[in-house]
């Protein structure tokens, strides 16, 4: 027998810029703490976000949307995902930014439109007749394939499930019996079978049931209570994948992709969104359902025109609206599509309409401390020395240049054989990689020379 080593499941984690977010770091009394969730400093702003969670929450924020100002750098982006995570683990976040409105294959008008569906969850509670318990006996009948006579498919089969109160041996089409085979169903599984649709789903490998010497099958206990029983299934699905249902189920597609393969329609009709939102407030109704809104976070927010901005400030006041979280980094500057200036570069009318929150730059203290948790979510060590100096290029260039640096000191330590960055490995980092300023001036040297 050759020597098998058990390993763990190998997990390629990818570290973003805002991974380590897990909250906006308040106490029970909504105060912000000075480090907490992974986020630092702002407190200001924090406690204002935690004060939009809390209208979210209780349904007040209908017809408002928040704006978060301030240089760049400063969280803006951290806090509109820490409003996410505060929200809840199934509430949507949904991230674009001001620029992906314009296409030259759908209006901007859609592309908000979809992003908004997206962001609005639908909790559906099912209570489906199930047959549910240990496989104890399996016979699988097959028969000649009405396709082709020389392949044998599953025609029928004979099953018998058990739970700790009784045994039920049931017959099943070729349907189930075909998901039995596939799935390699055996005694000993634990199964469940739709009664109404015949779906078959595998849970597991019953307790006391021994299996093959390299087995990866979760263990569960055998079912209680009767075979044949009645089960609630919660899902969470968004607007956009119920639109994109009814659209298929209505026929979306056209001749030509049915003969051709051509793409579907990319532009739901409104049909179709009215029908979907009707069916939604029915299952709500009818207590089946509920609305979970989550966040749609617009950054660069001033880079949207009028016309979007426009459909914004009237799409706030609908019912199925989610929480809109823009953020931007200019002051006083032209309103995109025409000539007319004003704060934010945004219409007046939708910055009456929006609650602003406002972040400032970090201190030195507050710098060093996020790049100590940014060290800690890449998994790499930062001698003193190191995170000195990363802390200087923070504060003198920016804070997203000291975390890049820090990102690429770790790889240049590793290829050295090192575990730890050193001060020697931001420096040279730090000289071959040159930050805005750096950038701008080698370009006003260099500007005769460049290619136009």
Request: aromatic share 4%.
């Amino acid at each position: 027998m050759p020597e098998i080593e058990e390993i763990g499941p190998r997990r390629v984690e990818r570290v973003g810029a805002h991974s380590h977010v897990r909250g906006l770091g308040l106490d029970e009394n909504m105060k912000a703490l000075p480090v907490g969730d992974g986020l630092v400093g702002q407190l200001r702003a924090r406690e204002a976000a935690g004060l939009v969670v809390q209208m979210a929450r209780e349904g007040k924020l209908s017809g408002k949307a928040v704006l978060l100002a301030g240089p760049p750098g400063t969280g803006k982006t951290a806090i509109a995902l820490g409003i996410a995570r505060e929200l809840g683990e199934d509430v949507p976040f949904i991230q674009m930014s001001g620029s992906e409105i314009y296409s030259a294959e759908r209006k901007k008008t859609e592309v908000l439109m979809e992003a908004m569906r997206k962001a609005i969850g639908v909790r559906l509670k099912d209570i489906r007749r199930v047959y549910e318990g240990e496989v104890t006996s399996l016979d699988v009948k097959m028969g000649s394939s009405p396709f082709n006579p020389f392949v044998k498919v599953p025609q029928s089969a004979v099953i018998s499930l058990k739970t700790d109160e009784e045994e039920k041996t049931l017959k099943v089409g070729p349907n189930v019996a075909q998901q039995l085979v596939e799935m390699g169903v055996e005694e000993g599984d634990v199964i469940m079978i739709d009664a109404e649709s015949g779906r078959v789903s595998k849970i597991g490998r019953a307790e006391g049931r021994g299996g093959y010497d390299v087995d990866a099958v979760r263990t569960v206990s055998r079912p209680t209570g009767p075979v044949l029983k009645e089960k609630e299934f919660v899902y969470t699905m968004t607007l956009d994948d119920l639109d994109r249902l009814m659209a298929r189920r209505r026929g979306g597609g056209s001749i030509f992709s049915l003969l051709f393969g051509a793409a579907e329609e990319r532009e739901i009709d409104p049909e179709v969104r009215a029908a979907v939102d009707q069916q939604v407030m029915d299952w709500v109704n009818e207590g089946r359902g509920e609305i979970v809104p989550g966040v749609l976070f617009i950054d660069d927010a001033h880079l949207m025109d009028i016309e979007a901005l426009s459909f914004l400030s009237r799409a706030m006041e609908g019912e199925l609206v989610p929480i809109i979280v823009m953020a931007t980094n200019r002051g006083v500057t032209k309103i995109r599509g025409t000539d007319l200036t004003a704060p934010f570069g945004m219409p007046l009318d939708l910055l009456d309409r929006l609650v602003v929150i406002t972040t400032s730059k970090y201190s030195p203290e507050e710098i060093e401390e996020i790049l100590r948790i940014r060290a800690k979510e890449e998994k790499v060590k930062v001698e003193d020395g190191a995170l000195k100096l990363l802390r200087e290029l923070g504060a003198e260039k920016s804070l997203r240049y000291a975390v890049q640096i820090l990102s690429i000191a770790g790889v240049r330590a590793r290829a050295m054989g090192r575990e730890s960055i050193t001060e020697e490995d931001v420096r040279e980092v730090s000289e071959r990689f040159s930050d805005l300023r750096e950038a701008v001036e080698h370009l006003k040297k260099y500007e005769k020379e460049m290619l136009e």
